[in-house]
Nanobody, 123 residues
């Protein structure tokens, strides 16, 4: 089992930037594709981005394409989500997860989750 800990969330003004980190321990996470999801209050948990095991393939939700960048440093067992040009609608709890099988866009395809980090975009 992989243990995941997200960090880097906070309060930011519209147009600002944040970088989220997801530190992995336990089973070697560097062998696995990883994903970021987010969940706004009262809404379902939605796909944001994913990255393959060595970092050369990435996929993004249309809502964040061109603004967010997912990356990883396998030497540090850490996955990042750089978020630029943030909008109020980006406000949510952000979760990282280990991909298992199935559609990259479905939360049911991921089998290990962190506790999440809150991102609030507001003036």
């Amino acid at each position: 089992q992989v243990q995941l800990v997200e960090s880097g969330g906070g309060l930011v003004q519209p147009g600002g930037s944040l970088r989220l980190s997801c530190a992995a321990s336990g089973r070697t996470a560097s062998y696995y594709d990883m994903g970021w999801f987010r969940q706004a209050p009262g809404k379902e948990r939605l796909f944001v981005a994913r990255i393959n095991w060595n970092g050369d393939i990435t996929t993004y939700a249309d809502s964040v394409k061109g603004r967010f960048t997912i990356s990883r440093d396998n030497a540090k067992n850490t996955v990042y989500l750089q978020m630029n040009s943030l909008k109020p609608e980006d406000t949510a709890i952000y979760y990282c997860a280990v991909y298992s099988r199935g559609s990259y866009y479905s939360r049911t395809s991921y089998d290990s989750w962190g506790q999440g980090t809150q991102v609030t975009v507001s003036s």
